[in-house]
């Protein structure tokens, strides 16, 4: 069978999981959320108390660490050596290691191929920021999700805030624009719109628009309703 792939680029807190998520329920696609697996590689990082300017010593780690996903009730879960780790990887802490240490070629080795074999089995909506470039440069429709620093950083402060945690719209929004610059400056697989990929800025779109949007690129695209 061949596989249908969708591939959604962007920067930092542009909606891509939120969006993803929904459009793989309405087409009944895989979710793959690229980003958490890179997550759980800074986070053995951080627990292993790595540094990540010391490229030496994450290279020697990679080969200790294994990533793998697993379902479980329509979510996706990532397990680093075995232990599901997907409640421990939205801190800002793991954030910004995650950004930093994906720089390295052993990191993003260690995960290509894994994210490459799920979209050959399977019909998957793949989120990250190489996947239209690089992980799944034929992926059928590709798209470039984005929308501005200050509505994103609005976004991040609210779900924050939701949960109760204490936190500051300025310093979020810096953390933000140096994620994005170090996600679109690193010298392997960086963050860029695929020449290909349909843009979308989500500044001004609910999360319902942005579904369709994507939605209605797919099906002209050649995405059947009936797979
Ligand atoms: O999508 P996210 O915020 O969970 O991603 C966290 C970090 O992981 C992001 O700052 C850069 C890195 N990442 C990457 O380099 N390549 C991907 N395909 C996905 C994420």
């Known amino acids: 069978m061949t596989t249908y792939n969708i591939a959604i680029d962007g920067p930092a807190g542009a909606g891509k999981s ?7 329920k309405e087409l009944g696609f895989i ?16 627990r292993e108390g790595i540094s990540r300017d010391n490229e030496k010593a994450i290279e020697a780690a990679c080969s200790r660490i294994d990533i793998s996903i697993r379902y479980h ?74 929308a501005g620093s200050h509505v994103r950083a609005l976004r991040r402060f609210k779900e924050l805030e939701e949960k109760g945690q204490m936190c500051n719209l300025e310093e979020i ?27 979308i800025d989500s500044s001004n779109m609910t999360i319902d628009q942005v579904v369709d949007a994507i939605m209605e690129t797919a099906r002209t695209q050649g995405l059947k309703d009936d797979r």
């Open 18 to 24: 939120t969006i993803a998520r929904r459009v793989a």
């Open 31 to 46: 979710y793959v959320d690229t980003g958490a697996m890179y997550r759980a590689m800074a986070l053995y990082f951080l």
């Open 73 to 146: 009730q329509g979510a996706q879960q990532v397990l680093l050596n075995g232990e599901d780790v997907s409640g421990l990887i939205r801190t800002e802490e793991v954030s910004r290691m995650t950004s930093a240490v994906s720089v390295y070629a052993p990191v993003r080795q260690k995960l290509l191929e894994l994210q490459r074999q799920l979209a050959r089995t399977e019909n998957v909506i793949m989120d990250g920021r190489d996947i239209g470039t690089c992980v799944l440069p034929r992926a059928q429709t590709k798209i470039y999700l984005t």
């Open 173 to 199: 929004e810096h953390d933000i624009i140096e994620r994005d610059y170090r996600d679109m400056h690193r010298d392997i697989a960086p963050l860029k719109r695929a020449e290909d990929a349909v843009l």
